[in-house]
Nanobody, 124 residues
Framework: QVQLVESGGGLVQTGGSLRLSCAAS????????VGWFRQAPGKERDFVAA????????YYADSVKGRFTISRDNAKNTVYLQMNSLKPEDTAVYYC?????????????????WGQGTQVTVSS
């Protein structure tokens, strides 16, 4: 069983930055694709970014492209989401997820392992 734990969320003003971390309990995650998703109250869980197992391929939602950067450190079993130029519409609970597929995918149903989420609130 793979456990994922997110951290780094919080309250930030518009234009600010946060870095989220997703730590995995098992080294096997280093061979998995990992994605970040977010869910605002009353809305569906949306794709944010994904990274393949090598870290060489990344994929972003249009709404965050150019502002967010996903990266990974397989030696630490950790994936990061650097979020810059934050906007109030970025406010949501952010989840990381892992898939045994080695590629980067935006499909929620392809992820079998999920973290508990971390709240990000951007004030205007």
């Amino acid at each position: 069983q793979v456990q994922l734990v997110e951290s780094g969320g919080g309250l930030v003003q518009t234009g600010g930055s946060l870095r989220l971390s997703c730590a995995a309990s098992r080294r096997t995650v280093s061979s998995y694709g990992v994605g970040w998703f977010r869910q605002a109250p009353g809305k569906e869980r949306d794709f944010v970014a994904a990274i393949d197992w090598t870290g060489g391929l990344t994929y972003y939602a249009d709404s965050v492209k150019g502002r967010f950067t996903i990266s990974r450190d397989n030696a630490k079993n950790t994936v990061y989401l650097q979020m810059n130029s934050l906007k109030p519409e970025d406010t949501a609970v952010y989840y990381c997820a892992a898939t045994r597929r080695r590629g980067a995918t935006s499909r929620v149903d392809e992820y079998g392992y999920w973290g508990q989420g971390t709240q990000v609130t951007v004030s205007s």
